[in-house]
C-alpha cells in the first residue's frame, strides 16, 4: 500500500505504517473519523487507544484512552493459566487492566468462573465491556469478596515490573498515555509482584496456581518470593514473544 496516509505514517515514525494504515482506514466510519483518527496517531498516541480496540489472544478487546494497551507477549500468560485451568476453573485476573488476560482465559476454557480487579476506574469500566463476570475497583486482594479465599485455582497477575527508574527510557506512546501507576513496580520492579504473591497462598485453592509476567532478568527473584510464600515456582518462558512468566503451585491436599 501506498498512499498519504501511508507517507503521513512513515513521516510520524510509525514502523509499519502500511499495516497501521490499512487497519486506520477499515475502522474509521467516515472521511472525518479518519483524520481524526491520523491526527491522533501523528500526534503520538497509541495506536490501539486510536481504534478503540487491540488484538489480544485472537480476541478484539475494547482499549480506551488512558487505560493500559496489553501487549503481544503476554498472550503467552494467558495461554499459560488457559493450560492449567480446567473446566469450570474459578480464576482471578489481578491488575486485570482492560481485562485481556481474563477474557483470553475465559475463551479458551469453558464455563470459568471469572474475577477481575484494577484499582483504575478506567481501566475496571472498559474490562466490564470486555469481560463476562465480575469486575471489581480496588487495590489487589482487597475488593474481593472472602468466599473466595481458598477457592482459586488460577490467579494471574500482569503486574507492573518496570522499576521507576526505567519509566523515562520506555516509549513515549507509553510513557505519556498509559497510567503510571500499570507501569511503575517501584525501586526493583518488583514490588506489585511481591504483594501479589505474599497473600496468593491464603486466596489458592490446594493444587492452585499463581501466574505472574515478568523479565527474564527479573524471574530468578520473583520465583524467590513464590518459595518464600509458600509456593513451588518454575520459570517459562516464549523466544517468539520474548515473554516470561513465573509460576508457583500451592501444595495440594495430601
Same mark, same amino acid.
Given at each position: 500500500?501506498?498512499?498519504?496516509?501511508?507517507?503521513?505514517?512513515?513521516?510520524?515514525?510509525?514502523?509499519?505504517?502500511?499495516?497501521?494504515?490499512?487497519?486506520?482506514?477499515?475502522?474509521?466510519?467516515?472521511?472525518?473519523?479518519?483524520?481524526?483518527?491520523?491526527?491522533?496517531?501523528?500526534?503520538?498516541?497509541?495506536?490501539?487507544?486510536?481504534?478503540?480496540?487491540?488484538?489480544?489472544?485472537?480476541?478484539?478487546? =475494547?482499549? +480506551?484512552? %488512558?487505560?493500559?494497551?496489553?501487549?503481544?507477549?503476554?498472550?503467552?500468560? @494467558?495461554?499459560? /493459566? !488457559?493450560? *492449567? $485451568?480446567?473446566?469450570?476453573?474459578?480464576?482471578?485476573?489481578?491488575?486485570?487492566?482492560?481485562?485481556?488476560?481474563?477474557?483470553?482465559?475465559?475463551?479458551?476454557?469453558?464455563?470459568?468462573?471469572?474475577?477481575?480487579?484494577?484499582?483504575?476506574?478506567?481501566?475496571?469500566?472498559?474490562?466490564?465491556?470486555?469481560?463476562?463476570?465480575?469486575?471489581?475497583?480496588?487495590?489487589?486482594?482487597?475488593?474481593?469478596?472472602?468466599?473466595?479465599?481458598?477457592?482459586?485455582?488460577?490467579?494471574?497477575?500482569?503486574?507492573?515490573?518496570?522499576?521507576?527508574?526505567?519509566?523515562?527510557?520506555?516509549?513515549?506512546?507509553?510513557?505519556?498515555?498509559?497510567?503510571?501507576? =500499570?507501569? +511503575?513496580? %517501584?525501586?526493583?520492579?518488583?514490588?506489585?509482584?511481591?504483594?501479589?504473591? @505474599?497473600?496468593? /497462598? !491464603?486466596? *489458592? $485453592?490446594?493444587?492452585?496456581?499463581?501466574?505472574?509476567?515478568?523479565?527474564?532478568?527479573?524471574?530468578?527473584?520473583?520465583?524467590?518470593?513464590?518459595?518464600?510464600?509458600?509456593?513451588?515456582?518454575?520459570?517459562?518462558?516464549?523466544?517468539?514473544?520474548?515473554?516470561?512468566?513465573?509460576?508457583?503451585?500451592?501444595?495440594?491436599?495430601?
Amino acid at each position: 500500500m501506498s498512499s498519504p496516509i501511508v507517507t503521513t505514517l512513515r513521516s510520524a515514525g510509525c514502523v509499519f505504517a502500511e499495516d497501521e494504515a490499512h487497519l486506520l482506514i477499515t475502522t474509521a466510519a467516515t472521511p472525518a473519523d479518519l483524520a481524526a483518527m491520523l491526527a491522533r496517531r501523528v500526534a503520538g498516541e497509541p495506536l490501539e487507544h486510536v481504534l478503540g480496540w487491540a488484538e489480544f489472544g485472537g480476541l478484539r478487546v =475494547a482499549v +480506551d484512552p %488512558g487505560v493500559f494497551v496489553p501487549r503481544r507477549r503476554t498472550e503467552f500468560l @494467558a495461554r499459560q /493459566a !488457559a493450560a *492449567l $485451568a480446567a473446566p469450570g476453573a474459578v480464576v482471578v485476573d489481578l491488575c486485570c487492566g482492560s481485562g485481556a488476560v481474563g477474557a483470553a482465559v475465559a475463551a479458551a476454557v469453558h464455563g470459568v468462573e471469572l474475577y477481575s480487579v484494577d484499582i483504575d476506574p478506567a481501566a475496571v469500566a472498559c474490562a466490564r465491556r470486555n469481560v463476562r463476570g465480575a469486575v471489581f475497583a480496588g487495590d489487589l486482594y482487597d475488593p474481593l469478596p472472602d468466599s473466595l479465599r481458598g477457592r482459586v485455582d488460577i490467579l494471574v497477575a500482569n503486574a507492573p515490573y518496570v522499576p521507576t527508574d526505567a519509566i523515562v527510557l520506555m516509549p513515549p506512546e507509553a510513557r505519556i498515555h498509559e497510567p503510571r501507576h =500499570a507501569l +511503575d513496580g %517501584g525501586a526493583d520492579g518488583l514490588e506489585i509482584q511481591r504483594r501479589v504473591s @505474599a497473600a496468593a /497462598a !491464603a486466596w *489458592l $485453592a490446594p493444587g492452585g496456581h499463581l501466574l505472574i509476567e515478568t523479565s527474564e532478568r527479573q524471574a530468578p527473584r520473583t520465583a524467590e518470593a513464590f518459595e518464600r510464600d509458600g509456593l513451588t515456582p518454575r520459570v517459562v518462558g516464549c523466544d517468539e514473544l520474548g515473554a516470561t512468566v513465573v509460576i508457583g503451585t500451592k501444595a495440594g491436599i495430601a
